[in-house]
């Protein structure tokens, strides 16, 4: 597994961390599935979470908020939603570079 293919880990990791933490489970499952496929070396995980990024209905379509029935408060709506936006953009250049690079492969 190369540098950017463990980096990928980490941040999804982490996005399954906050998604859990605040009770997001829809995504946090699909999330922890791509992780567990590229460590065991599946590329066509990098396609399928690529997927998750369009269309009605995406990744990129969440938003955390109480009002969504997740677990975070009025207060922190914007702190989390912001991170989550952060590391949104980190999954899909991490998965656009293995892609076009075939790291995960190698």
Same mark, same amino acid.
């Not at 990928?8 to 499952?29: I, K």
């Not at 995980?45 to 009002?67: K, T």
């Given at each position: 597994?190369?540098?950017?293919?463990?980096?990928?880990?980490?941040?999804?990791?982490?996005?399954?961390?906050?998604?859990?933490?605040? @009770?997001?489970?829809?995504?946090? $499952?699909? +999330?922890?599935? &791509?992780?567990?496929?590229?460590?065991? /070396? #599946?590329?066509?995980?990098?396609?399928?979470?690529?997927?998750?990024?369009? @269309?009605?209905?995406?990744?990129? $379509?969440? +938003?955390?908020? &109480?009002?969504?029935?997740?677990?975070? /408060? #009025?207060?922190?709506?914007?702190?989390?939603?912001?991170?989550?936006?952060?590391?949104?953009?980190?999954?899909?250049?991490?998965?656009?570079?293995?892609?076009?690079?075939?790291?995960?492969?190698?």
């Amino acid at each position: 597994m190369g540098p950017k293919t463990r980096m990928l880990c980490d941040r999804l990791r982490e996005t399954a961390d906050l998604l859990r933490r605040v @009770g997001e489970h829809h995504w946090c $499952d699909c +999330i922890e599935e &791509s992780l567990r496929c590229i460590e065991n /070396s #599946d590329f066509s995980a990098i396609e399928r979470l690529r997927a998750a990024f369009g @269309g009605m209905g995406s990744f990129n $379509d969440l +938003i955390i908020a &109480s009002v969504n029935g997740h677990a975070v /408060s #009025d207060d922190g709506y914007s702190a989390v939603n912001t991170r989550l936006d952060e590391l949104r953009h980190e999954l899909y250049e991490l998965a656009e570079h293995i892609r076009h690079n075939a790291e995960i492969m190698g």
